[in-house]
Nanobody, 123 residues
Framework: QVQLVESGGGLVQDGGSLRLSCATS??????MAWFRQAPGKEREFVASHTSSGGINYYSDSVKGRFTVSRTNARATLYLQMNNLKPEDTGVYYC??????????????????WGQGTQVTVSS
């Protein structure tokens, strides 16, 4: 069976850094991504990695601050978050799909999700 497990969330101060990990099992995925959801808000796209061409996408709000990467075995997806801001606070979810997505993926296009990890940035 497919499993995605996030880790690395926590409480950091404004300007701090955090590294999230998403460990996967049960499949080889063409597209993986990070989404986040703040209280009272819809789940929003953060970053993604597509295996074909190794293409990464980032939301405008995190571009230049966050970096998504994958292990050589493609079993783990990382999200390095630098210069964190209070507006980055939310539950971060890892998502995976077997097929490769074109452009910024929609949350509804993913078949598998992790349980999420809380990221809180204090001012």
């Amino acid at each position: 069976q497919v499993q995605l497990v996030e880790s690395g969330g926590g409480l950091v101060q404004d300007g701090g850094s955090l590294r999230l990990s998403c460990a996967t099992s049960g499949g080889s995925f063409g597209t993986m991504a990070w989404f986040r959801q703040a209280p009272g808000k819809e789940r929003e796209f953060v970053a993604s990695h597509t295996s074909s061409g190794g293409i990464n996408y980032y939301s405008d709000s995190v571009k230049g601050r966050f970096t998504v990467s994958r292990t050589n075995a493609r079993a783990t997806l990382y999200l390095q978050m630098n210069n964190l801001k209070p507006e980055d606070t939310g539950v971060y979810y890892c998502a995976a799909a077997f097929n490769r997505k074109v452009g910024v993926p929609r949350a509804t296009s993913f078949d598998y999700w992790g349980q999420g990890t809380q990221v809180t940035v204090s001012s």
